[in-house]
C-alpha cells in the first residue's frame, strides 16, 4: 500500500511570506506526527495528532507555527511570517497506536523548505 | 528528561566486516528504544525496535541491536556489512504513552555509516 506522503518536495520561500506544508498518512492511521530536521541533526518533535485534535503540541517552536488535521486524515503545518531559521526539513510520520501504544512510526520524504 | 546521545558522527567499515553503531540513553521509567535509516532524500525507514524481553532484538536488512540496561545502551549491529548498508542511522527513544499521548520519538545526532568495497 501506499505510504506517508508529502507535498511539496521542496518549498523555497522569502523572508516573512507563509507556507504550507501537507501530510497525507497511511490510510487508517489515527496518530500523525510532525518533525523538523535541520542539517547535521536528528529530527525534532513537533507536534502530534490523534484523530482530529492536537494531543502534544508541545514541540512548536513559536506562535508562527500552527498544523491543522481537521477531517482525522490529511494534515497541514503552517509557518507564518517564516524567518531564514525555519529552513529545514519538514517530516511527517503516522502509527496505527491500534492496541499497543509501542507501534513504530512510519515517515514520509519529507518537504525540503528554504527561506531566502 | 529522555535523551539519546550517538557518540560517533561516523563510522568506517568495510565490506564483509561486522558493524556497531553505538546508541547511549537516558529514560525515565521503562526505555522503548527504535533505531531508523535513512538514505540520501528518503525518510525514515524503520529497522527495529525494543519495548520488552530479549536483549537481542532482529530486525530488517540483517541487523540487529543489543539492549543493555545496566550500560543505558542500544548498539545496532550487522555481521557482515554490505557497501548498501552506507547511510545515515538514527537512534531513537519513545517518551512514555501515557493516556490519551501517542508518544513521540527523541531522536539522536544521527551516525553516518560508510561500508567500502
Known amino acids: 500500500g501506499a505510504g506517508v506522503s508529502q507535498t511539496p518536495s521542496n518549498k523555497v520561500t522569502e523572508k516573512g511570506k507563509y507556507v504550507e506544508l501537507r501530510c497525507d498518512p497511511i490510510s487508517g492511521h489515527t496518530a500523525l506526527y510532525w518533525y523538523r530536521q535541520s542539517l547535521g541533526q536528528g529530527p525534532e518533535f513537533l507536534i502530534y495528532?490523534?484523530?482530529?485534535?492536537?494531543?502534544?503540541d508541545s514541540g512548536l517552536p513559536n506562535d508562527r507555527f500552527f498544523a491543522v488535521r481537521p477531517e482525522g486524515s490529511v494534515s497541514t503545518l503552517k509557518i507564518q511570517r517564516t524567518e531564514r531559521g525555519d529552513s529545514a526539513v519538514y517530516l511527517c510520520?503516522?502509527?496505527?497506536?491500534?492496541?499497543?501504544?509501542?507501534?513504530?512510526?512510519?515517515f514520509g520524504p519529507g518537504t525540503r523548505l528554504t527561506v531566502l | 528528561a529522555q535523551s539519546v546521545a550517538q557518540p560517533e558522527d561516523q563510522v568506517n567499515v568495510a565490506e564483509g566486516n561486522p558493524l556497531t553503531v553505538k546508541c547511549t540513553y537516558s529514560v525515565s521509567g521503562n526505555p522503548y528504544l527504535f533505531w531508523y535509516v535513512q538514505y540520501p532524500n528518503r525518510g525514515l525507514q524503520f529497522l527495529l525496535k525494543?519495548?520488552?524481553?530479549?536483549?537481542l532484538v532482529k530486525g530488517s536488512y540483517g541487523f540487529e541491536a543489543e539492549f543493555n540496561k545496566s550500560q543505558t545502551s542500544f548498539h545496532l549491529k550487522k555481521p557482515s556489512a554490505l557497501v548498501s548498508d552506507s547511510a545515515l542511522y538514527f537512534c531513537a527513544v519513545r517518551v512514555p504513552p501515557i493516556y490519551n499521548q501517542g508518544g513521540k520519538l527523541i531522536f539522536g545526532q544521527g551516525t553516518e555509516l560508510s561500508v567500502k568495497p
Open positions: 525494543y519495548i520488552t524481553g530479549d536483549n
Open positions: 510520520a503516522s502509527s496505527t497506536n491500534r492496541g499497543s501504544s509501542y507501534n513504530e512510526q512510519f
Open positions: 495528532f490523534q484523530g482530529t485534535g492536537a494531543a502534544d
